[in-house]
T-cell receptor, first 115, second 111 residues
Framework: KAGVTQTPRYLIKTRGQQVTLSCSPISGHRSVSWYQQTPGQGLQFLFEYFSETQRNKGNFPGRFSGRQFSNSRSEMNVSTLELGDSALYLC??????????????FGSGTQLSVL | KQEVTQIPAALSVPEGENLVLNCSFTDSAIYNLQWFRQDPGKGLTSLLLIQSSQREQTSGRLNASLDKSSGRSTLYIAASQPGDSATYLCATYNAGNMLTFGGGTRLMVKP
């Protein structure tokens, strides 16, 4: 079956713009979580969605937001982009996101560069 | 707040060697611990998941152990191959349905 699909693969934006990233989970998976990866901070949790509801949120400013649709596809949005938002954004999916034996499946990520 | 540390940050070994990667965490109230592999510019691939009640998991040449009481996990790779070269990350799964990642160990296996 198809894996987790993230689009676009690469994105270049300028400061002050906004950006929307998309994630399509594995078919049947209802939990989608988002992570930011930078050389300085490593991998950090952004938020997690299940059945169109945000269940958990990491320690990021309100400029970072997301949503999940009824087909479990998810989008994240970053407004008023800053240079420090340049990162690889990864999404992961799992069946329910709450079982202790559930593996997470990651997409290849969207590489965002803010100039 | 959970903190996850991986030592060493980088490791270079000749092909065929057995090696151990280390992971330590501060909060033992975890649901599970997972080891991932990441190739440059790519996403993460789940290697092994150890539930909180388990002590170890094995998959092929990989063996991961978990000692919750001491806040430690190790990933043992037997008979390393150049194709094993990648960054290895450990992560704990805590309350809040979130993973807390270590900084990773960048492994280079030389032919």
């Amino acid at each position: 079956k198809a894996g987790v699909t993230q689009t676009p693969r690469y994105l270049i934006k300028t400061r002050g713009q906004q950006v929307t990233l998309s994630c399509s989970p594995i078919s049947g998976h209802r939990s989608v979580s988002w992570y930011q990866q930078t050389p300085g901070q490593g991998l950090q949790f952004l938020f997690e969605y299940f059945s169109e509801t945000q269940r958990n949120k990491g320690n990021f400013p309100g400029r970072f937001s997301g949503r999940q649709f009824s087909n479990s596809r998810s989008e994240m949005n970053v407004s008023t982009l800053e240079l420090g938002d340049s990162a690889l954004y990864l999404c992961a999916s799992s069946l329910t996101g709450s079982a202790t034996n559930e593996k997470l499946f990651f997409g290849s990520g969207t590489q965002l560069s803010v100039l | 707040k959970q903190e996850v540390t991986q030592i060493p940050a980088a490791l270079s070994v000749p092909e065929g060697e057995n090696l151990v990667l280390n992971c330590s965490f501060t909060d033992s109230a975890i649901y599970n611990l997972q080891w991932f592999r990441q190739d440059p510019g790519k996403g993460l691939t789940s290697l092994l998941l150890i539930q909180s009640s388990q002590r170890e998991q094995t998959s092929g040449r990989l063996n991961a152990s978990l000692d919750k009481s001491s806040g430690r996990s190790t990933l043992y790779i037997a008979a390393s191959q150049p194709g094993d070269s990648a960054t290895y990350l450990c992560a704990t799964y805590n309350a809040g349905n979130m993973l807390t990642f270590g900084g990773g160990t960048r492994l280079m296996v030389k032919p």
